[in-house]
C-alpha cells in the first residue's frame, strides 16, 4: 500500500502544559505522522516555525508570556502569506474567543477535551488543502499560465538537468519567434492575441514526441524547443526538420473568423558545440534568431556561421541530388576483388559517382548519406542494380572468359522497403540475361537488426534464384555470428577496421585471425577490405583468407581501365 504523503508533514504542539504535548505527541506519531515537533513555550513558536516549516500549527489560548492570540498575531505579521494553518486547540470554548481566532486568521477551532478521530480528520483536511495550495504554487512557478508549457526558469532548469545526463551527445536548442505578434494584439485584442499563442503551441506540440523534447514558453510570442533524441550528425537532417516545422506554423489560423497566415523564424544552437549550459545554448540561439530575422531570406539560423554555411550547402546539394538521376549525373565505378593465393581478379564491387555539372565528382561521403536519408536511395539503388548488370553483359560479350567474373552489389536497407526489390533484381538479371551466380548482393548487419518485414523470405528467394549474398562490414555489429547462421550468406567480408590491426598489437591480429576461421569454418567465402600494404596481404594468405579488395590492390576505375584490367586477369602489386 503507498504511503501517505500527508504524513510527511510536520506537525507542530504549542502548549505550556507538558502532559497535553506528550499525548498529543503520542496521538499524532500513532496516526503516523513522522515529524512531530512540540514546545511548552509559546515564545520558541516564530522560530520553531521558520526552522521547521510545519504543515500544520497545534495552539494552545491560554499560555504565559504570549497567549495564543498574541501567537497568532506575531506569525501573521512576520510570515504573512508563508504563516502555515493554525489550529486552535483550547479548553476555552466560547462563542467570543471561537470567533476571535477565525477573525485573527486561524483555520480552524477545537475545543478541550477533544476527540481523537476528529482532531485527526481536521489535520488530515487542513493537510490535503495545504498540499493542494503548494501544488498550485508549485504549477504556476514553473509553468506558463496561458499554454501550460514550463515558463522560462522552468525549461532552463529541465534543458540543465538532462545535459548533466550526457556528455556528447548532440542535444538541439531551438528558439522559435511568431513574427508580428503585437499587430494581432492591437487590432484583434489580446484575447485574440492569445487564443493565436495556444493554436501555435498546439501546432508546436503535434510536430515533436513528448519523450524526447522540451517544449517551453520563453516570453511572449518566443518559445523553446529542445530535441533530445538527435542520433546522425547530418545538419541537413534537422534542417529539414526545422523547415518542415515552418511550413506547418505558417499555415493559415482562423483567429476570431479573421484568417491569420503566421511567420515565424527560428535561431538555433547546438550542444556541446555552441554551450554547456542552457544558459550559454539559449544566449547562442538568440543571436541565431537576430541573424534569421535580420536577413529576408533566412526562416532559421545557426548560432555557428560555419554550420549555418555547412547547413545551406547541404540543403543544396540535396537540391541538386534530387536531379542527378534524371539528369544521368551518376556513373558506376568497379573496384577489383582479388585471389589471395595468386591475384587473380574474380569479382567486382559496383560503386555509385556522382559528376555534378559544376562541382565536379561529388566525394561519395558528402552524398550517400543524402541518398539514404532522404529516400533516393530506392531509384538510385534500382539504377545502380540496372547498370551494373548491364556493364557485365558489355564484358561477358566482349571479353573471353569471364563466365565466372562477379558482380558485387551494396544494398541499402532502405532498398528492402521498396517491396519491389525482388523484381528489381530478376528484371535486371532477364534484361541483361545475366548468370544469376555472376550477381552478388551485400546486406549490412544493419538490414537484419531492423528486420524489415519479410527481409529473411526475400534473401531465401534470392538464394534459390542461384544470386549470391554476402554479410558486409563483418564485426562492426552485435550479432553477426547469430546472422551468419540464420540467413544464406554465401560470403562474408571482414571490415577494414580488423584489416589495420596487422602490425599492432597480437591480441587484435589473434582477433583477425579468429573472424577468418570464423567465415572459413561456416563454408563462406572470406573477403578482407580495405587492403593498403604488403603485411597486410601477407598475413591474410597465409591464414586462409579468400579475396582481397583495396586500394593497395586497385582503386575503384570506370569500366574502360577495369576492361585493360580483366583482360590481364591478374593484379600482382603486392604479390612479389
Not at 482562423?254 to 511567420?263: G, N
Not at 550547402?313 to 540535396?318: C, H, K, N, S
Not at 574474380?346 to 561521403?365: D, I, Q, S, Y
Not at 531492423?450 to 552485435?478: K, N, W
Request: proline residues 5%; charged residues 25%.
Amino acid at each position: 500500500m503507498a504511503s501517505n504523503p500527508l504524513l510527511s508533514y510536520t506537525i507542530l504542539v504549542v502548549d505550556d502544559e507538558p502532559t497535553n504535548t506528550k499525548v498529543l505527541d503520542k496521538i499524532l506519531s500513532k496516526a503516523g505522522y513522522t515529524s512531530v515537533v512540540t514546545t511548552n513555550d509559546s515564545r520558541e513558536t516564530l522560530a520553531l516555525v521558520e526552522r521547521h516549516r510545519p504543515g500544520v500549527v497545534l495552539l494552545d489560548l491560554n499560555m504565559p508570556h504570549i497567549d495564543g492570540f498574541g501567537v497568532l498575531r506575531q506569525l501573521k505579521s512576520q510570515l504573512e502569506d508563508s504563516c502555515p494553518p493554525v489550529v486552535f486547540l483550547t479548553a476555552q470554548g466560547d462563542q467570543s474567543s471561537r470567533l476571535q481566532a477565525l477573525q485573527g486568521g486561524a483555520r480552524d477551532f477545537l475545543t478541550k477535551p477533544f476527540d481523537r478521530a476528529e482532531l485527526l480528520v481536521r489535520i488530515e483536511n487542513m493537510l490535503a488543502l495545504r498540499q493542494g495550495e503548494e501544488e498550485r504554487l508549485r504549477f504556476y512557478s514553473q509553468y506558463d499560465n496561458l499554454t501550460g508549457l514550463p515558463n522560462r526558469d522552468y525549461s532552463i532548469r529541465l534543458l540543465d538537468d538532462n545535459l548533466a545526463n550526457r556528455q556528447d551527445e548532440p542535444v538541439a536548442v531551438l528558439l522559435l519567434a511568431l513574427q508580428r505578434f503585437d499587430r494581432i494584439n492591437q487590432s484583434l485584442g489580446h484575447e485574440a492575441g492569445d487564443r493565436l499563442l495556444c493554436a501555435f503551441k498546439d501546432r508546436i506540440l503535434k510536430m515533436f514526441p513528448q519523450r524526447q523534447t522540451i517544449i517551453g514558453r520563453i516570453e511572449g510570442a518566443r518559445f523553446l524547443i529542445v530535441m533530445l533524441g538527435l542520433e546522425a550528425a547530418h545538419f541537413s537532417n534537422l534542417a529539414d526538420r526545422l523547415q518542415h516545422l515552418l511550413d506547418d506554423l505558417h499555415l493559415p489560423m482562423q483567429i476570431d473568423d479573421v484568417e491569420f497566415r503566421p511567420t515565424a523564424h527560428i535561431g538555433a544552437s547546438l550542444f556541446p558545440k555552441d554551450g554547456r549550459n542552457a544558459r550559454e545554448l539559449l544566449a547562442s540561439a538568440d543571436t541565431a534568431l537576430t541573424r534569421a530575422r535580420s536577413q529576408t531570406d533566412l526562416a532559421y539560423a545557426f548560432a555557428d556561421a560555419a554550420t549555418d554555411a555547412q547547413v545551406r550547402e547541404q540543403i543544396q546539394l540535396e537540391t541538386e541530388l534530387h536531379r542527378a538521376l534524371e539528369r544521368e549525373e551518376f556513373f558506376l565505378v568497379f573496384q577489383p576483388q582479388v585471389a589471395l593465393t595468386d591475384g587473380r581478379i574474380v569479382g567486382l564491387e559496383a560503386l555509385l559517382r556522382w559528376n555534378h555539372p559544376t562541382r565536379g565528382v561529388v566525394p561519395p561521403g558528402q552524398f550517400i548519406p543524402l541518398l539514404e536519408e532522404t529516400g533516393l536511395i530506392i531509384p538510385a539503388g534500382e539504377w545502380i542494380i540496372d547498370q551494373a548488370c548491364a556493364q557485365a553483359r558489355v564484358w561477358l560479350d566482349t571479353l573471353p572468359g569471364q563466365s565466372a567474373l562477379r558482380i558485387a552489389i551494396n544494398l541499402s536497407p532502405r532498398q528492402f522497403q521498396s517491396n519491389n526489390l525482388l523484381e528489381q533484381v530478376k528484371n535486371a538479371i532477364k534484361r541483361y540475361h545475366i548468370p544469376p551466380h555472376q550477381l552478388e548482393l551485400e546486406v549490412t548487419e544493419s538490414l537484419l537488426i531492423e528486420d524489415f518485414p519479410g527481409t529473411h523470405q526475400l534473401l531465401s528467394q534470392l538464394d534459390t534464384m542461384g544470386v549470391r549474398i554476402a554479410l558486409d562490414d563483418f564485426g562492426t555489429g552485435y550479432s553477426a555470428l547469430t546472422y551468419l547462421q540464420a540467413f544464406p550468406f554465401h560470403a562474408m567480408k571482414v571490415d577494414r577496421s580488423f584489416v589495420s590491426t596487422v602490425g599492432g598489437s597480437r591480441k587484435s591480429e589473434a582477433l583477425l585471425r579468429a573472424i577468418v576461421q570464423i567465415g572459413k569454418s561456416l563454408e563462406l567465402e572470406v573477403v578482407a577490405e580495405g587492403i593498403e600494404t604488403k603485411p597486410q596481404f601477407d598475413f591474410l594468405r597465409n591464414h586462409g583468407c579468400d579475396l582481397a579488395q583495396g586500394f593497395g590492390l586497385a582503386k575503384p576505375q570506370p569500366p574502360a581501365e577495369i576492361e585493360a584490367l580483366l583482360k590481364n586477369g591478374y593484379i600482382k602489386t603486392l604479390l612479389s
